[in-house]
Each structure stands twice: as structure tokens, then as C-alpha cells.
């Protein structure tokens, strides 16, 4: 690696890669908290939302194998509850390199956020 | 088996044949798991059977499909990486087929449209007037036999040239 290479600053992982989809950013919630399959991903979207995003399933499974090609989530082996569970459903989990996308996309937003909140537009509004 | 149950099972055929629009790697993939989510949403949608929510359902099933199959096919045409390969994806799927048999039936119809309009009215035995719509109806189910030929020797040539093996749809 070059010096003039090893000079330039670290991309944060969110600027690498382009800001996520709403798509991807709320199935990437969804799998924060533990692993869940296809239909539990769909309706925890909705929940984390307040019904704003509802993926179909043509959604959903476009953006899980853009993201299973991208490792930011993997196939679980594992089962929560096998014997209550239906043994077709395929789980997805979080993998790290997911984790770090998600925790640089939420800061991307809430700076993004804190520079809306200093618009004299926002302020004057708050204000009212 | 009650309605409710028979219905359901309708629906849910009439998406797995949706699903093969998709490309046919994206499919073998999530094909099953995509018919499983349809299969668990499909009863919270309609429980109560009011006509204009099942249409809901369905336009909201037509817009998911619309708004993931471009982006996939994209992808696919992009992962075969040039025209060559990506044809024999397209060949693959029945998106061909389909294209092929609505513009068969496009021009079947046209030419029956033109024919009917070539053959002089005022016809005074009704008789007449059915046979020339008859023969009009002909020309066209003819035109559409002689496309469709051409179209299958074109499809089977295209499936030799791209060296595919199996079966040319995979149904």
C-alpha cells in the first residue's frame, strides 16, 4: 500500500457503502435483537415503523439476498423454539459486519438529523 | 374442505405461478420461503371477506411484485454479466413464453380485426355475415399458428445456441 494510500482517512462503513435502503436499515433492526425468520422480520417492520414500511414478500426476500450477498446477515442454524416452529422457515441473524453497518447508518441519521434540527426552518417551527 | 380453505389454496397457486416471473435462481432460492410468508399474511388480510380489501390485498400483492421483479432481474442480467448469458436466464423463465403468447395473440386479434374490416358489409343474408367473420377469425388464428411456429423454432435454435440442457422452461 501506497503512502499517499495509507494517508487518506478511513471511510466510515455507511459512507463505503451509500446510505442503506429504508428496506435493508429496518430488516437490519429487526435482526438486532435476535435471530427471526422471513414472516417475523416482515411484521416486526411494521411494528418498528408504526406501520410506515410494509414489505412483501417480493421486498423482503430481494433485500435479504442483496444483504445475504453483502454478509451483512447469514442463515441461522439455529431454531428459538424448535418444537413450536415450522421446520421450512428459514432464520437470518445479524452478522458483525451487519451490526456495523446498521450502528454507521443510525449515526449517519442522527447527524443528518442534528443538522436539520439547526435549520432556522426547523428552529422557527419548534418554536411555534 | 370449506370455501374459505379452497380459496386460499386458489390464491395461493395463482402467486407460486406469479413467482416464476422472477429470475429462476432468485426463485429456486426464496420461491418457497416467499409462497410460506404469502401463505401467513394471506388469512389476516381477508378474514372478513369484503370484497374491496381482498382487492387491496391483491393490487398490494401486484405492486410488491412489480416494484422487486425489475430490481432482480437487473441483478441477474448483471451476475450473468453480458447479453449472451443473460438471454438464456430470460429463456429460462417464463417471462419469454409469456411475451411470446401475448404478442401471438396480439397479432392473431389484429390481423382477425384487419381481415373482418377488408370484406365489404351490407351483407344481406346474415349467413354471409358469419361466414365472413368466420374466415376473418381464421386468417388470424392462422397467422398466430404460422408465429407461433416461428417462434418455437426461433426459442429452440436461441435454447442450442445458448447450450442449455434440461428442460428449456422450468416449471
Known amino acids: 500500500m501506497g503512502e499517499k494510500e495509507r494517508s487518506k482517512p478511513t471511510k466510515h462503513l455507511s459512507e463505503a457503502r451509500g446510505?442503506?435502503?429504508?428496506?435493508?436499515?429496518?430488516?437490519?433492526?429487526?435482526?438486532?435483537?435476535?435471530?427471526?425468520?422471513?414472516?417475523?422480520?416482515?411484521q416486526e417492520v411494521s411494528k418498528r415503523s408504526g406501520g410506515a414500511v410494509r414489505l412483501g414478500p417480493g421486498t423482503l426476500y430481494g433485500a435479504i439476498s442483496r444483504m445475504l450477498r453483502d454478509c451483512l446477515i447469514e442463515e441461522?442454524?439455529?431454531?428459538?423454539?424448535?418444537?413450536?416452529?415450522?421446520?421450512?422457515?428459514?432464520?437470518?441473524?445479524?452478522?458483525?459486519?451487519?451490526?456495523?453497518?446498521l450502528a454507521a447508518e443510525a449515526n449517519r441519521l442522527r447527524d443528518l438529523a442534528r443538522v436539520a434540527q439547526s435549520t432556522r426552518a426547523v428552529r422557527k417551527l419548534r418554536q411555534a | 374442505m370449506n370455501d374459505c380453505a379452497r380459496n386460499a389454496e386458489t390464491s395461493g397457486r395463482f402467486y407460486r405461478?406469479?413467482?416464476?416471473?422472477?429470475?429462476?435462481?432468485?426463485?429456486?432460492?426464496?420461491?418457497?420461503?416467499?409462497?410460506?410468508v404469502w401463505q401467513d399474511v394471506f388469512p389476516l388480510e381477508r378474514t372478513d371477506g369484503i370484497l374491496w380489501k381482498r382487492l387491496a390485498f391483491w393490487l398490494r400483492t401486484f405492486e410488491d411484485l412489480g416494484r422487486s421483479l425489475f430490481g432482480e432481474w437487473r441483478q441477474a442480467v448483471a451476475r450473468n454479466g453480458g447479453i449472451g448469458p443473460s438471454v438464456a436466464t430470460l429463456a429460462e423463465s417464463v417471462v419469454v413464453p409469456l411475451a411470446i403468447c401475448g404478442s401471438l395473440t396480439l397479432a392473431g386479434f389484429t390481423v382477425a380485426v384487419l381481415t373482418r374490416r377488408a370484406i365489404p358489409r351490407g351483407f344481406t343474408s346474415p349467413g354471409l355475415e358469419w361466414q365472413s367473420t368466420i374466415a376473418a377469425l381464421e386468417t388470424g388464428a392462422v397467422v398466430m399458428v404460422g408465429l407461433g411456429i416461428a417462434g418455437a423454432l426461433g426459442a429452440y435454435l436461441l435454447a442450442r445456441r445458448c447450450r442449455t440442457t434440461g428442460l428449456w422452461i422450468k416449471l
Not at chain 1, 26 to 32: E, G, P, S, T
Open chain 1, 19 to 42: 446510505p442503506l435502503t429504508p428496506a435493508v436499515f429496518y430488516i437490519l433492526v429487526a435482526l438486532a435483537d435476535g435471530d427471526r425468520h422471513g414472516y417475523a422480520i416482515m
Open chain 1, 76 to 101: 441461522s442454524e439455529e431454531r428459538p423454539d424448535p418444537e413450536m416452529d415450522d421446520s421450512r422457515r428459514r432464520y437470518y441473524r445479524l452478522t458483525e459486519q451487519g451490526g456495523r453497518a
Open chain 2, 17 to 36: 405461478l406469479l413467482l416464476f416471473l422472477y429470475p429462476p435462481d432468485f426463485r429456486t432460492r426464496f420461491g418457497r420461503e416467499m409462497v410460506q
